[in-house]
């Protein structure tokens, strides 16, 4: 034990003198988790057309009428959906920004208009996209103003409205009798306005719809924050953290993978062959240091996140849990690579070589989610798609414990294959 | 202490051990002297259990194949080349061993260790700033932090200078003193002949022959030279009793038909050393 201790002592101090190992392990990441946070938020934050998924349940005039203006509209992309669920499931895919739905109870709604319900349109948005979220109920109100005088032209539909609104007027219980006259006054008014200007096309200035707003109740859109297990982060640094720490792991994988190298180079590993000790001892040192600094690196990472950049942190403990897992495993790796390397021009040409196209189509640059389907499988086979899922998941996907379990395994088991795998080629100089 | 049988051990088409076998005994410093590519250092990671020979049998202590780590306890190795992390400090590198060896009280052990190489002022620098002289010192600690009861030393005045060579030879006249026996591989003969108890000469992976420095000038060394000059001309004698052939010159009124006339005016005897036992042994000079 007290070798084994001591050999991850030594090694996480000549990791921490060796200013390129420093970079590549601790500052890179960092460096990257902002840079990059910076390049995709200025991207996605403000230019651009939204992407909207619509769900018309209805069928009436003012759902077909509300599809086809949000279609029209020049500050969305819309694509339309059969059933919430599907629209759901492409804002957590990150497919659309915004799911909009005009519901069956759209017509009720509307017979509703003059006894204040208002029309009511359901909007499930990923809260991250606040911002974008404002905007959708803003031109939401717009565009279902603007239905306004189409349906007002539609006679058949209006008089079943102004019979309904008649009703409900005459059936409600906290009005008084005089009240009750009023109010079934104003509506006749109404309903020979809308008739006199029943010929009338599409009225769209914005004006007129604003100052009726007013007047009329205004349109409902309720929001659903779609649970936090969005598939989009809620901010690009929610991406790029996770892509630095990936990083950070890849430059300790690179520097403990050439760290036996060296010491064979160096002549110490003799020295190390020498002591009473076994492979298992020296790899499991190593790979305890390489255990500790990767935890280092995400620790860092996680620091600056919060620190510097609000980051909140869904599911501390599974987090710990999953940095721990992914630690693990790039220990396991190197130490694997580390035990098959006979030169430092092999750990350092095939180790880091491996190593930067792994971290590459693992989601080290790109975020998985915006690469092309086939890379997405490929990923499948890269240990940092792996640390990825099972970091995202505590961080900020808040996904539930069941579906982190098979990152979390997948990721101890390549820490332990490689560990077993690493000792036993070592094993073989060592016997003698 | 340490037995070597009929090791062998070749590198593709080099014969570096060519059936050496020897016995080192307890309590005495053993020199392998021979020139750079003799095999002395291949002897030593055979010895060691580094490396393993094609042929042969290594017994330590009688206690058999350094490849037991119970066995290996036993040995401390100064490599050739410095095995040392540049990196550290002289004391987190003795400590760093001592961990490895499950020293007990390792600390007192590394302070004394620094003492006794003369490094404790220097105990807290990186050993990358250190003199050559510095580090084979420490290289030489390295080997004796588990307190070893045979100690390996590979060239370890190579690449020093004067002053820590003195040094490094005191320090291991001081470890034979206190008991360990002491394995010293050099190709230095001045070395050999200075601090080792016995020395085998080796030459292309054989042992030529091993014995105390003056039986092997006995055996192989050959007559003295008595060099007399007699009014500017010198004579050169092969003797093999120089100081007795000395006397007898001054006796002698001139130097005869291969000699100056008049009396001696100088004289000067060259006895035979490791040099010219090697020269003996292989037709070659050390030096080469
Ligand atoms: N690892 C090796 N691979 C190939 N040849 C080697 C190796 N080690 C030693 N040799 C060769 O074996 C011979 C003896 O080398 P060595 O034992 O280092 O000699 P010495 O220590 O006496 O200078 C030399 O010819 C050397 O080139
Ligand atoms: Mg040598």
Sequence with gaps: MRAIAAIARKDLRLLFRDKGDVFFTFVFPVVIAVLFGFVFGGGSGGGGTIDLAVVRESDSTLARGLADDLAKDPSFTTTSFETREAAADAVRAGKATAAVILPKSLDAGLEGLFSGQGIAIDAVVDPSRRAEAGLIQGKLNELAFRQFPKLFSNSTEMKRAYSAARDSIANARGLSPTQKLLGAGMITAAESFSSSIGGEPTADTGAAPASDGAFFAPIAVKVEELAPRAGRPRAAFDVTFPQGIVWGLAGCFGAFAASLVTERSRGTLDRLRLAPITAFHLISGKAIACLVAGLLVQALVFTVAILFFGARIAQPAMLVVAAFAAAFAFAGLAMALAAFCRTEAEANGAGRGAILILALIGGGTIPLFFMPPFLRTLSYGSPFRWAVAAIEGPFWRDTPLSEQVVPLVVLIGIGFLGWIVGARALWRPFAR | ?288
């Design chain 2, 1 to 288: 202490m340490l037995a070597l049988r009929d090791i062998r051990r070749r590198f593709g088409q080099t014969t570096a051990v060519d059936g050496l076998s020897l016995e080192v005994r307890a309590g005495e410093v053993f020199g392998l002297l021979g020139p750079n590519g003799a095999g002395k250092s291949t002897t030593i990671a055979i010895a060691t259990g580094l490396l393993a020979p094609d042929s042969g049998s290594v017994d330590l202590l009688g206690m058999g194949s350094p490849s037991d780590p119970k066995v290996r306890m036993h040995l401390g190795l100064a490599p050739q080349e410095i095995t040392l992390y540049a990196e550290l400090t002289a004391r987190e590198n003795l400590r760093f061993f001592a961990d490895l060896y499950g020293v007990a009280d390792a600390r007192a052990r590394v302070d004394e260790l620094l003492a006794l190489v003369e490094l404790d002022a220097r105990a807290h620098d990186r050993v990358s700033t250190f003199s050559g002289g510095m580090k084979r010192r420490l290289n030489l600690a390295a080997a004796l932090v588990h307190d070893p009861r045979l100690v390996l030393l590979d060239e370890p005045t190579a690449g020093v200078d004067p002053q820590s060579r003195n040094r490094i030879l005191e320090l291991v006249r001081r470890l034979a003193s206190e008991g360990k026996t002491v394995v010293y591989t050099t190709h230095y003969m001045e070395e050999a002949a200075k601090i080792c108890d016995r020395v085998g000469i080796v030459d292309h992976g054989r042992l030529l022959d091993v014995g105390t420095v003056a039986e092997l000038v006995a055996r192989h060394g050959g007559q003295s030279a008595v060099t007399v000059e007699r009014d500017g001309v010198e004579q050169r004698i092969l003797t093999a009793d120089p100081v007795a052939e000395v006397a007898r010159q001054f006796t002698l009124v001139d130097g005869g038909a291969d000699g100056g006339t008049g009396p001696v005016t100088g004289v000067r005897i060259e006895r035979p050393d490791l040099e010219t036992v090697f020269l003996a042994l292989t037709g070659r000079s050390l030096r080469e």
